[in-house]
């Protein structure tokens, strides 16, 4: 099985610009959620998506959004880009349902290296 | 929300010894205890996970236990190889897939020759 994919693998933006972030999950998996990772703050939780809704958001401006389409896939955008904002932003695929444990486990894509100049 | 604390940040062990990473997490709801472990320029790989009604669990050379009630859980490599060198992370959520992993910081796990 093919395990998880992110398009494009390196971007490199300027401030202002926006960005959107491609994500294919296993196939299957119907739970897509996304995680920005940087020295500093380490892995943070971004949105996750099930079934095209998103179920939860981390603490995250509004100037970072997402959506799932139906056979799964997911786009993360971030609008009006920071500098802050350069990061390794990484998604991950899980079987996903309402309270189902053994859905639990995450499966990470290599992730997208964004760079805001 | 839930808050993961992991240590030591650092971790230097003799190739062959054991290597202990503890982590305690906030939220008495959490249910769910991934470890990650991530190479320089890799993605996070799963290498092992527990859940709350599990107290231990093994596989190979690496362990992971749970205690609830102290709300910490702790990864036990042994027989450490050179390749275990990377970053590990613990994670917490509350499972169902729709909280997220609330991660720690992560350890560099250094394997001595």
């Known amino acids: 099985k093919a395990g998880v994919t992110q398009t494009p693998r390196y971007l490199i933006k300027t401030r202002g610009q926006q960005v959107t972030l491609s994500c294919s999950p296993i196939s299957g998996h119907r739970s897509v959620s996304w995680y920005q990772q940087t020295p500093g703050q380490g892995l943070q939780f971004l949105f996750e998506y099930f079934s095209e809704t998103q179920r939860n958001k981390g603490n995250f401006p509004g100037r970072f959004s997402g959506r799932q389409f139906s056979n799964s896939r997911s786009e993360m955008n971030v609008s009006t880009l920071e500098l802050g904002d350069s990061a390794l932003y990484l998604c991950?695929?899980?079987?996903?349902?309402?309270?189902?444990?053994?859905?639990?486990?995450?499966?990470f894509g290599p992730g997208t290296r964004l760079t805001v100049l | 929300g839930e808050n993961v604390e992991q240590h030591p940040s650092t971790l230097s062990v003799q190739e062959g010894d054991s290597a202990v990473i503890k982590c305690t997490y906030s939220?008495?709801?959490?249910?769910?205890f991934p470890w990650y472990k991530q190479e320089l320029g890799k993605r996070p790989q799963l290498i092992i996970d527990?859940?709350?009604?599990?107290g231990e669990k093994k596989d190979q050379r690496i362990a992971v236990t749970l205690n609830k009630t102290a709300k910490h859980f702790s990864l036990h490599i042994t027989e450490t190889q050179p390749e275990d060198s990377a970053v590990y992370f613990c994670a917490a959520s509350m499972g169902g897939g729709a909280d997220g992993l609330t991660f720690g910081k992560g350890t560099h796990l250094i394997i001595q020759p």
């Open positions: 939220d008495s709801a959490s249910n769910y």
């Open positions: 527990i859940r709350s009604n599990v």
């Open positions: 991950a695929s899980s079987l996903g349902g309402f309270g189902t444990s053994l859905m639990d486990t995450q499966y």
